[in-house]
C-alpha cells in the first residue's frame, strides 16, 4: 500500500480538480490549471523523490511564478509536494533560489491567496516550509514529514538509518498519522476521502491573513515542553554590535536569544538574534517569533544571525520543527507589512532553512566579513550526497547566487 498512496493520491487530485497540464515541465515542477464548483484553481506539482531534493533553480523559478500569480489574482493554490527539498546538489545556487521562492509564498500567503497543500510520500526540508505556508495540509497514508529526513537525523545522532528501531522512531515521529494529531489543520487521507470536500474547505478566503497566523503562534506554544517561561535575560556585549552600532547599543541574550537597541549614523534601530552553537530547536524559534509578533512596528528592526542550522533531533520532529521555523518567517513578514524595515545580517554561520526563514521576509542580507552560509552543515551534506563540501565560499559567491546584498567589513577577521 505504501508504494501506491502517492500515486494513488496523486490521481485523486487530478480527478477531484479536472486537471489540465500547462506547458513542459520545469525540471521537477510542473503547473497545471483545474476547477472546483466552477472556480478556477492553480496547480503547481513538485514530483521527485531524488534524496538530494527535487527544488532547485529552475524548478524554485516555476513555483515562485505560480505563487505570484495566486497573490495577484488572490486566487486558490494548491501545492502538490513530493519532495525532499532543495537540491543539496546546486549548493548556494539553490538556496538563493530557494530564498526567491519562499519570499514569492510569502507574499502569496499574506495577499489572501487560498493555499492547500496535498503530500506524497516525502516532505522534508523546505519542502515541508512550502506547506506550512498552506492553510489545510493533506497527508497521504506514507507521507513522512519533517524538517530533516531520517538519514540526516541519523547521521547527527551517530545511529545507522537502516536499523529497525531508528526507522520506528522515526516514521513514528513524521507519519502521516502523528502529524493529523498535532494541528487541526492536518488531514490523513484515504479512499473514502471527500477530497473534492475537503479542498473547498482548504480553499475558502481566509478573512484575515495576519491574524491567523498569529493565533497560530499562539497555539505551537502548547507543544512545547516545558511550556515557554518569561525570559531571564542578561545583559551583553558582542564585539560585532559594537561595530555595528558605533555611538553605541544596550543588548541582552538569554539562551541563543538577543534584543536590544543600537544607534549609528543612520539612527537608532531596534534588533533581534538569533545565536550561539547550539542548532535552532523549537523553544527557541517560537521564543523569537514571540518576540516579533509582539514587536510594535515601524522603523528598523535588524535581524542578526550566527546559528549553523535547525536542530536534527527526533524529539524535536515529534512537535514538528518546521511549523517552529516558519513561524518566524511569518512574525517578520508581519512587521514589514506593518511597515518595519527588516534587514537581515549574517554575523557568524547560517544556513538552510533557518537562513531561508529569516532571509525572505528581509528586505535587504548583509553577510560580516568572513561569516558562512552554507545550503547544510557538512555532516548534513555527506549524508545525503555521499560527500562534503570543503571549500569555503567567498562573498563574490554568496553574492552570486543572491544569499546576500552585501559585505560588511567590521575588521573582526582578517582577511582569507
Known sequence: MSGEAPAQLREALASALDLETLGAPAGNVSVARGSLAGRAVHVALVENRAASGSIGEVEGERLAAAFRVAAIERSPLVLYLDSAGAKVSEGLQALGSFRRLFRAGLDAAFAGA???AVLGRNCFGGSSMLAHLAR????GPSTRLAMSGPAVIA???????LDASFQAMAEAAMSAAARAGASSANTQWTRATDLAGWLREALAAPRDAAAGFRAGHDALAARLVPAPDPIAWEPARRADLERIYPQGCEARECEGLLEGRGRSAEGEERFLGIVGEKPLAAQRAWRFAD?????EGGGTLRVLLDCASHATRLEEERIVLTEFIVDMSLALENLARRGTRVLLTIAGKAGGGVYVALAAPARHVAAVH????HVLPGAAVT???GSSRDAIPSFADYHRAHVAEEELKLGLVPDR
Open 291 to 295: 518576540l516579533a509578533w509582539r514587536d
Open 370 to 373: 568572513g561569516a558562512q552560509i
Open 383 to 385: 549524508a545525503i550526497l
Open 155 to 161: 547521521a547527527s545522532s551517530g545511529m545507522d538509518p
Open 136 to 139: 489545510c495540509r493533506l497527508f
Open 114 to 116: 487560498p493555499i492547500a
